[in-house]
C-alpha cells in the first residue's frame, strides 16, 4: 500500500518521515499533542511525551478546550497518556528511520506533524451503530546542523579573543 503524504517537499538526504495508520487514538487529542511538540528536537519531544505518560507535565489545549480545567502554569490542558505512548513510539520509529538513512539522530526536528482522521471500525455486540475512534498520524522529521557548542569558549566564539589576550605586555631588555 503505498500512503500519499500531505507533506511535499520531501529531501531524501536530510529527512525521515513515518506515519501511524487507524491508531486507535481521538483526533482531537492528537492534533494538540502533534501542535505541542511539531518545531521541538525529536529527544525533547520524546522527553516531554514520557512526562505526559506519566501524569507530570499537561499538554495546553489550544484548539479543542471547549469545559477544559486549568492546569499550572499553562491554562487549559490535559494528560492524553494513551495519544502520548501511540505517538511516542511513531517517534522512535522514524528515529530508527532516520538512523537507517544516516542521519544524525541527536539533531533531528520535527518540522512537519498533522494528524487525520481514519475511517473507523465498528463496535462489535448488541449496538453496531457506534464506530471506534481512529487517527491517522503522519510526522516528517529533518537534520539540522549541529550545535557548535565546542567553539565557543565562556561565551565567545573561537574568532574572537578578549582584548586581554591580545595585548600581552612586552619584556624590557635589561
Known amino acids: 500500500m503505498v500512503y500519499h503524504y500531505a507533506f511535499g517537499d520531501f529531501n531524501k538526504q536530510h529527512m525521515a518521515r513515518g506515519v501511524g495508520i487507524a491508531l486507535p487514538i481521538s ?12 518545531n521541538r528536537k525529536i ?7 514520557d512526562l505526559t505518560i506519566q501524569e507530570k507535565k499537561a499538554i495546553p489545549y489550544k484548539r479543542f478546550n471547549q469545559g477544559l480545567s486549568h ?6 490542558g490535559r494528560f492524553p497518556v494513551k495519544t502520548a505512548s501511540e505517538i511516542k513510539n511513531l ?5 530508527a528511520n532516520a538512523q537507517f538513512q544516516g542521519l544524525n539522530t541527536a539533531n533531528l526536528v520535527i518540522m ?3 494528524a487525520k482522521k481514519a ?12 464506530k471506534m475512534k481512529r487517527a491517522t ?17 565562556h561565551g565567545k566564539s ?14 624590557q631588555a635589561q
Open 27 to 38: 483526533v482531537k487529542h492528537s492534533v494538540e499533542v502533534l501542535a505541542y511538540i511539531k
Open 43 to 49: 529527544v525533547d519531544a520524546k522527553r516531554l511525551l
Open 119 to 130: 475511517p473507523g471500525a465498528y463496535h462489535y455486540g448488541r449496538k453496531r451503530r457506534r
Open 91 to 95: 517517534l522512535e520509529s522514524i528515529e
Open 71 to 76: 492546569k499550572t502554569s499553562i491554562g487549559p
Open 137 to 153: 498520524i503522519e510526522i516528517v522529521v529533518q537534520e539540522t546542523k549541529a550545535d557548535k557548542k565546542d567553539d565557543k569558549k
Open 112 to 114: 512537519h506533524a498533522s
Open 158 to 171: 573561537a574568532g574572537q579573543e578578549s582584548q586581554s589576550e591580545k595585548k600581552q605586555p612586552k619584556e
